[in-house]
């Protein structure tokens, strides 16, 4: 045939390398632990230990759930707290992208950890602590563009309960409000 010439090999190469570079950026990149210490407080590494901590116990929560003021009371067992506390582990600050993004007050009693930039979703995390022993964990977080703006108010006190409450206002829907609190019982 008139079409139909013998490759060479630079092609072939060429080919292959463009499938395996194309294959290679098509994958997520995996953040691993590298073993570093961390700037920040570690949300992740905290509620990863909280929720070991609860399936063990296995306590029995007073949970009321409510959306834009309708609610709902039940007693419940948490069969995932893993999931219970996804936003609180969602709002780790730990990103090497992020290592000079936060602003540090730390006092005896407290610390606290302000977003630098309006783009960062986590706002602010206030963690108290006495004795040593951390108290309350308080995560501010929103999310603004052009469709929507998302606030969530996120407070964990162990052994005492914790709270989630999402404010979300959506240009054409309108506002919608979500509150979750769990009480330990």
């Known amino acids: 045939m008139y079409w139909y ?105 407290s610390i606290v950890y302000k977003a630098k930039f309006p783009e960062l979703k986590t706002r602010e995390i206030i963690i108290r602590k006495k004795a040593g022993e951390i108290t309350s964990i308080a995560i501010i977080n929103n999310t603004r563009n052009i469709l929507y703006n998302t606030t969530e108010k996120l407070i964990y006190a162990p052994g005492l309960y914790y709270l989630i409450e999402k404010m979300q206002q959506v240009k054409i829907m309108g506002a919608n409000g979500y509150r979750i609190k769990g009480v330990f019982n």
């Not at 067992?77 to 506390?85: G, V, Y």
């Open 5 to 109: 010439k013998p490759l060479k090999k630079y092609t072939i190469y060429t080919g292959v390398l463009l499938l395996l570079g194309g294959s290679y950026a098509c994958n997520k990149p995996e953040i691993k632990e590298t073993g570093a210490e961390l700037k920040y407080f570690d949300l992740k590494g905290y509620f990863g230990k909280q929720d070991t901590l609860l399936t063990k116990q296995n306590p029995e929560v007073n949970k009321s759930v409510a959306h834009n003021g309708a609610a709902e009371n039940k007693k419940v067992h948490i069969t995932s707290w893993k999931k219970e506390l996804n936003l609180f582990t969602e709002s780790d600050i730990n990103k090497p992208a992020w290592k000079l993004s936060y602003s540090v007050q730390a006092n005896d009693d």
